[in-house]
T-cell receptor
Framework: DAGVIQSPRHEVTEMGQEVTLRCKPI?????LFWYRQTMMRGLELLIY????????DSGMPEDRFSAKMPNASFSTLKIQPSEPRDSAVYFC???????????FGSGTRLTVV | QKEVEQDPGPLSVPEGAIVSLNCTYS??????FMWYRQYSRKGPELLMY????GNKEDGRFTAQVDKSSKYISLFIRDSQPSDSATYLC???????????FGQGTRLTINP
């Protein structure tokens, strides 16, 4: 199994530009999570899906952030417009119905200049 | 106040030392207590977990949970340079899917 696959690994963009982060979960996993990690705030849950349906988006910082999961094998996190304070490492994780089976991707390091 | 508090360190110890990492929490509903290890530029990986209270040992690693004090610990014996990483505690509730993470402690084991 290739694990959770995220792309791109690194993204540098200018303030005001749209950024799209992508995630392919492990086949068969029914939960998908988007986390953001910064030095100051640690690892924060942004949103999670169950069977492609958004369940809890209370962690999404503001309307500039949106996430979709059009099918069981693909999810996107979009930031529009991006701001320097969005600079962080964004992780996608998937699980099979339980907190013990979380598997994280390698993350996307986003820098907004 | 954050639900889970963890000292971010950094913590630097010599090879062979015993390392103690700790977290406190405020939500008494937490039942799963987990430790993740994160190497540089990688995603976190589950190292150990404990359900409810008590101790759990796995090789050089021991996890302890004290629910009365809302305090969990991870001990690493005979620490090795390969243990150098960021260690994150995480907590969850049975039946719920979300994990709440601590800030992570950056640990360096010096040869």
């Amino acid at each position: 199994d290739a694990g959770v696959i995220q792309s791109p690994r690194h993204e540098v963009t200018e303030m005001g530009q749209e950024v799209t982060l992508r995630c392919k979960p492990i086949s068969g996993h029914d939960y998908l999570f988007w986390y953001r990690q910064t030095m100051m705030r640690g690892l924060e849950l942004l949103i999670y899906f169950n069977n492609n349906v958004p369940i809890d988006d209370s962690g999404m910082p503001e309307d500039r952030f949106s996430a979709k999961m059009p099918n069981a094998s693909f999810s996107t996190l979009k930031i529009q417009p991006s701001e320097p304070r969005d600079s962080a490492v964004y992780f996608c994780a998937s699980s099979l119905g339980g907190v013990l089976s979380y598997t994280f991707g390698s993350g996307t390091r986003l820098t907004v200049v | 106040q954050k639900e889970v508090e963890q000292d971010p360190g950094p913590l630097s110890v010599p090879e062979g030392a015993i390392v103690s990492l700790n977290c406190t929490y405020s939500n008494s509903a937490f039942q799963y207590f987990m430790w993740y290890r994160q190497y540089s530029r990688k995603g976190p990986e589950l190292l150990m977990y404990t359900y409810s209270s008590g101790n759990k040992e796995d090789g050089r690693f021991t996890a302890q949970v004290d629910k009365s004090s809302k305090y969990i610990s991870l001990f690493i014996r005979d620490s090795q340079p390969s243990d150098s990483a960021t260690y994150l505690c995480a907590m969850g509730i049975q039946g719920a899917q979300k994990l709440v993470f601590g800030q992570g402690t950056r640990l360096t084991i010096n040869p």
